[in-house]
């Protein structure tokens, strides 16, 4: 048996060799195989997904350069100006540019699962606060308990909010961190890909339900959050906006599929509204404040306005104290004033107002140094020493006068 | 006064030698081959255009030699050509039965040859060019004619290809 598989083995290797042999194929026949076998090898290394399909065309490679070796002249001739081993070092290079590109997308690919993973539970995290919050708000809506246990209760509820702002800001900073690293052919390629998301691990999806989320609690605030929730939900927004323009074109071109631009502009809308409500809360809430502190600035609703009303108010507070006899009561305009602006811009408040730039560091220390000037005006003036001085004065005449007349 | 009658025809002598020898410059040893053959597809009017090996004409000619002139019908696929080394430009086409070994001229290609190697029209012909010789290979039956500007040759046993 073993004998009978062994001639038949050889029989079939001599009627190929000999079938080899006979087969007569024309020159330009093993140009038009080699062309044809380069350019598929040359289309499966573009398209290649995975680095083991690169490995396997890189033998591949090998088998055709050992394939048409004996042609080397021929082709040589034929591939003018390219030569055989220029063609081969060419599909080479190729191999190895796709490889190295692919092995960066396997570990932004992993990157992103994990992102994926973060992202999943940062929405599970926020998801059990909001439902937290909203139940403390109901709380506090239907309280008919004491003074202290609602006071206990919004404090429990601002807790809350603060946390899940906290969360959020982790959210878009790790996003940010995760795809502000990727290389540019990176995107590129994550662009081209067929990228499988589950529903809900989108981050669009994640980052719509945010910025949704946040407008409602804006929205439908009762008066329960203070100046400092309402400035710390507007850094929020700030730092999403800041995030979104840098990497929102990306992500939508990665995970929007056929909708890139249709998930760009409600993302754009979304976050216009966020903005909108988070600057008119945190403005009317510093107006409501210092007007509950009897500082009336005027109207200001942003940045500049904010900074003018200050700059204008202690301009004229510090003329008027220039004018008129300083009283202790011009100087108890300025230590109301004065706490305010150490006391909350630039201790309980300062972290969100320069995060947010509601004051830019240049315009808190121009109105440092007005405040400086301020103080010098209204400071109350001690007449004792001008008192002493005449007395002195009236003393040295009249002994003077004294003297004279005994002479 | 005898040597003066000779200066003249002195000069003239040496101005047609000179002139002579200009005409005469020629380089010798010149390879005309062309390592592969070209294929070459008929546009709508029949031309075809080698732009690598630099020739274009019509295979009008060609049609009418094989088909006759009452054949309009018959239609040119593709034509095969190659160029031996003293420059002879070997020609033929499926559905032909011979190889035109064609001179090159100014502007014109004139017959040298018109070697007939087949009874039956050829199928799948190819051109090769093997030790500066061209061969008809008729990849169809595997048989490969050798062939030069007077005809065919004896044919060599092996093929190198």
């Known amino acids: 048996m073993k004998r009978l598989l062994t001639s038949t083995f050889i029989l079939f290797v001599l009627a190929l060799v000999s079938g080899t042999a006979v087969a007569q194929t024309s020159d330009y026949q093993v140009k038009q195989q080699f062309e044809r076998s380069y350019d598929e090898l040359k289309v499966s290394i573009a398209g290649a997904l995975s680095v083991d399909e690169v490995d396997s065309l890189v033998s591949q490679i090998s088998n055709l350069k050992l394939e048409f070796e004996n042609h080397e002249e021929l082709l040589d001739h034929a591939l003018y100006p390219e030569t055989f081993s220029s063609s081969i070092k060419e599909l080479q290079q190729e191999a190895r540019n796709t490889e190295h590109k692919l092995l960066i997308i396997e570990g932004q690919d992993e ?93 669009l999806e994640v980052i719509l339900a945010v910025i949704e989320e946040n407008i409602q609690i804006l929205k439908t605030d009762d008066g329960t959050l203070q100046t400092e929730d ?175 007349r005994k002479n | 006064m005898k040597s003066k009658s000779f200066i003249p025809i002195l000069l003239l002598a040496s101005f047609v030698v000179a002139a002579t020898a200009c005409n005469k410059f020629v380089v010798e040893n010149v390879n005309y081959s062309q390592q592969i053959e070209s294929v070459l597809v008929p546009d709508e009017n029949g031309d075809v255009h080698d732009i690598r090996h630099g020739i274009t004409f019509n295979i009008e000619p060609f049609r009418t030699q094989e088909f006759g002139e009452e054949d309009k019908t018959t239609q040119i696929q593709e034509v095969r050509l190659i160029r031996n080394a003293e420059g002879y430009y070997f020609i033929t086409a499926s559905q032909f039965k011979n190889v035109y070994v064609m001179e090159p001229g100014k502007s014109e290609l004139k017959l040298k040859n018109k070697i007939k190697v087949s009874e039956e029209r050829l199928a799948a012909p190819a051109l090769n060019l093997r030790d500066a010789t061209v061969q008809l290979v008729k990849t169809d039956t595997n048989e490969i004619l050798t062939l030069n500007e007077n005809g065919l040759q004896e044919n060599k046993e092996e093929d190198q290809s």
Do not use: C
């Open chain 1, 111 to 203: 990157k992103l699962t994990k992102l994926s993973d973060e992202l999943a539970s940062y929405r599970s995290e926020i998801a059990h606060l909001n439902s937290r919050t909203e139940s403390l708000r109901a709380m506090i809506t239907d309280s008919e308990k004491s003074e202290r246990e609602l006071s206990d209760l919004v404090q429990r509820y601002r807790n809350s909010m603060e946390q899940r702002d906290e969360f959020v800001l982790n959210m878009i900073d790790s996003l940010f961190v995760t795809y502000r690293d990727m290389e540019g052919s990176t995107f590129t390629e994550l662009k081209e890909g067929d990228r499988s998301i589950k529903a809900g691990d989108n981050p």
């Open chain 1, 230 to 404: 309402f400035l710390r939900m507007y850094v929020v927004q700030s730092r999403f906006n800041e995030v979104w323009s840098q990497i929102g074109d990306d992500l939508a071109a990665i995970y929007g599929g056929n909708n890139t631009l249709q998930w760009k502009a409600n993302v754009e809308d979304k976050l216009g509204d966020w903005k909108a409500s988070a600057s008119k809360n945190m403005w009317a809430s510093i107006d409501e404040y210092l007007e509950q502190n009897n500082v009336n600035l005027g109207a200001f609703d942003n940045n500049e306005s904010f900074y003018e009303a200050i700059d204008s108010f202690i301009s004229k507070a510090t003329d008027a104290s220039r004018d008129k006899v300083v009283t202790n009561e011009n100087y108890a305009d300025f230590q109301r004033f004065y706490d305010f602006w150490n006391t909350k811009i630039k201790s309980d408040w300062g972290k969100f107002v320069q995060e947010g730039e509601v004051l830019t560091m240049a315009q808190i220390s121009s109105i440092d140094t007005e405040m400086m000037t301020w103080r010098d005006e209204a400071k109350p003036r001690s007449f004792m020493i001008p008192i002493l001085f005449g007395l002195s004065l009236i003393t040295i005449v009249g002994l003077i006068i004294v003297l004279a």
